[in-house]
């Protein structure tokens, strides 16, 4: 019960923590362009990594689903495709985009590839 507790604990001080910090953040769209993600704020936000290679792309369709059902009520899925893990999203963001709309049908907003997702996760957690 003590570990199932501290777990809790954990998750919420880790849920403030990025909360407080992902408005600093400045990524980069699927169209080249900067954004702050300050123009989130207010909103809920599911940020996503994803391949689009791996055993868990079929999730991309489970992923708009939801976004579809949510999106009026404030719901936004950031999905941050990364190839760090065995070339699982090789490509560039443009040929992912593509992937993505024609066999998933995605409409969610999608940034350009990360190169390292624990570097990123770290800083956002500062």
Same mark, same amino acid.
Do not use: W
């Given at each position: 019960?003590?570990?199932?507790?501290?777990?809790?604990?954990?998750?919420?001080?880790?849920?403030?923590? &990025?909360? *407080?910090? =992902? @408005?600093?953040?400045?990524?980069?769209?699927?169209?080249?362009?900067?954004? %702050?993600?300050? &123009? $989130?704020?207010? *909103? =809920?936000?599911?940020? =996503?990594?994803? &391949?689009?290679?791996?055993?868990?792309? +079929?999730? @991309?369709? !489970?992923? !708009?689903?939801? $976004?579809?059902? $949510?999106?009026?009520?404030?719901? !936004?899925?950031?999905?941050? +495709?990364?190839?760090?893990?065995?070339?699982?999203?090789?490509?560039?963001?443009? !040929?992912?985009?593509?992937?993505?709309?024609?066999?998933?049908? =995605?409409?969610? +907003?999608?940034?350009?590839?990360? %190169?390292?997702?624990? &570097?990123?996760?770290?800083?956002?957690?500062?």
């Amino acid at each position: 019960m003590k570990k199932l507790l501290l777990l809790i604990c954990c998750l919420f001080a880790l849920n403030a923590a &990025a909360q *407080k910090n =992902v @408005y600093k953040f400045q990524v980069v769209n699927d169209e080249g362009k900067t954004v %702050s993600l300050k &123009a $989130y704020k207010g *909103k =809920v936000l599911l940020i =996503v990594n994803t &391949a689009t290679k791996c055993g868990f792309t +079929p999730q @991309y369709k !489970e992923l !708009e689903a939801l $976004y579809e059902k $949510y999106k009026d009520q404030g719901l !936004e899925i950031l999905d941050f +495709p990364c190839n760090q893990f065995g070339n699982q999203a090789p490509g560039t963001i443009e !040929e992912i985009k593509q992937f993505c709309t024609a066999n998933f049908d =995605v409409h969610f +907003p999608q940034f350009d590839k990360i %190169s390292d997702i624990e &570097a990123a996760i770290n800083t956002l957690l500062r």
